[in-house]
C-alpha cells in the first residue's frame, strides 16, 4: 500500500506541473493585466512600468512561470492586480474561500453519498418495488432540475419559512444570505440552532445532483453485484440475506461510487458558483468569476493550482479505498 500511495504521488506531481504550465501561458497570453488600470486617471506611464516589473511581465514566460512555481510551493503566491482589490495576497484570497467552499461541500457531498448509498442498495434489494418507482422517478426529476432552478426555489422555501416564524413571533432560523460574520453562537444549543440554520439551504441545494447520481450509480451497481457468482454462492452456503447484502455485495458495489465521489468533490469545489452566489457564499466559485471577469492572471493561477491538488488528493484517496473495499485489488 504504502509503495502505491508512492507511486502516485510521483506519477501525480508530473501532471500537476504540466497541467500548471499550460495554463499559466493560456492565463498569460489571455491579455494585460494592467489594462485596466491603464485606463484609471491619475495613473502615470511610470507607476505602470513600475508595476509591470514588480510584477515580472517584462521577464520571458518560462522565467515568470518558475517564479510563479517557486513562490507557491513556498507560501509567496503573490498579490492581486485587480482595481479595486490590487494588492491583496492571493495566499489569504484563496485559502478563505477554500475554507468556505469546503464547509459548505464536504457537508453536502457526504450526506448525498449516505443517503445515496442507502437509497440505491434498497432499491436494488427491492427491485421493481414501489419504492424503487418512487426513487427513480425522483432521481430522473433531480437530475433534469438545474441547480439555478434548484437554489432559487429552496431559498425561496426558506425565505417563506422564516416569514411563518416571524409570524408566529419567533426569530429567523434559516440563513439566506451567507455565513455570519460574528461566529455561531456562545452555548452549545445556540451553535447547533444557528449552524443548522446557515448550512441547511445550500447544502440541500448541492446534495440534489449528486444524491440523484450516488443513488443511481449504486444501485446500477448493487444489481450486477447480487447476480455475480461468488453472491450466489455465499446464499448457497447459507449465510443470512443481511449478512450477504452488507458484507459481501455492498461492500464490492460501493467501488463504482467512491469514484464518483472522489471526482465530485473535486469538481464541485471549483464550481459550486451558482450555489453560492445564490446564497451569498464567497467561495472558491465566487473567487473563480471575480478573478476571471477582473482578468487577475495572480489569482487564477492561484485558484487552478489549489483546486487541481484537490483533485488529485481525492483521487488518490478513492484509488485507496479500493483495496479497502476489494481485496482482490492489488494495490503494491
Given amino acids: 500500500m504504502f509503495q502505491y500511495l508512492i507511486r502516485r504521488l510521483l506519477i501525480s506531481i508530473p501532471i500537476l506541473l504540466i497541467g500548471s504550465f499550460l495554463v499559466f501561458i493560456l492565463v498569460a497570453s489571455a491579455g494585460d493585466p494592467l489594462a485596466a488600470l491603464k485606463t484609471k486617471p491619475g ?3 511610470e507607476q505602470i512600468h513600475s508595476l509591470s516589473i ?4 517584462d521577464q520571458p514566460i518560462l522565467i515568470r512561470y518558475w517564479n510563479w512555481l517557486t513562490g507557491f510551493l513556498t507560501g509567496n503566491w503573490g498579490v492581486s492586480v485587480a482595481l479595486g482589490e490590487a494588492q491583496a495576497p492571493v495566499y489569504t484570497t484563496i485559502t478563505n474561500a477554500l475554507w468556505v467552499t469546503l464547509r459548505l461541500v464536504i457537508g453536502a457531498e457526504l450526506l448525498a453519498l449516505v443517503l445515496g448509498v442507502a437509497v440505491g442498495v434498497f432499491s436494488a434489494v427491492r427491485q421493481y418495488s414501489i419504492f424503487d418507482y418512487i426513487m427513480t422517478s425522483v432521481a430522473f426529476l433531480m437530475f433534469s432540475m438545474p441547480i439555478a432552478c434548484v437554489a432559487v426555489v429552496v431559498k425561496n422555501y ?3 419559512f422564516n416569514d411563518l416564524l416571524v409570524s408566529l413571533h419567533l426569530q429567523r ?7 455570519p460574520t460574528n461566529g455561531f453562537g456562545h452555548n452549545l444549543g445556540q451553535v447547533i440552532v444557528n449552524y443548522t440554520g446557515t448550512f441547511l439551504l445550500p447544502t440541500i441545494s448541492l446534495m440534489t445532483i449528486s444524491f440523484a447520481a450516488y443513488s443511481r ?3 446500477a451497481s448493487m444489481l450486477e453485484t447480487l447476480n455475480a457468482d461468488y453472491v450466489r454462492t455465499a446464499r448457497a452456503k447459507g449465510l443470512s440475506q443481511a449478512r450477504v447484502i452488507f458484507r459481501h455485495a455492498m461492500r464490492n458495489a460501493l467501488i463504482p461510487v467512491s469514484t464518483l465521489f472522489a471526482l465530485n468533490i473535486g469538481a464541485i469545489i471549483g464550481g459550486a458558483i451558482i450555489t453560492e452566489r445564490v446564497f451569498g457564499w464567497n467561495g472558491m466559485g465566487t473567487v473563480l468569476v471575480k478573478s476571471v471577469g477582473n482578468y487577475d ?6 485558484w487552478f493550482a489549489v483546486t487541481a491538488t484537490v483533485v488529485v488528493i481525492f483521487n488518490l ?3 485507496l479505498l479500493y483495496g479497502l473495499l476489494d481485496p482482490r485489488i492489488r494495490l503494491g
Fill in 43 to 45: 495613473v502615470t506611464a
Fill in 54 to 57: 514588480q510584477l515580472g511581465l
Fill in 158 to 160: 426558506g425565505i417563506q
Fill in 173 to 179: 432560523w434559516l440563513t439566506t444570505a451567507g455565513p
Fill in 217 to 219: 450509480f449504486q444501485r
Fill in 297 to 302: 492572471p495572480p489569482t487564477l493561477m492561484g
Fill in 317 to 319: 484517496i478513492s484509488d
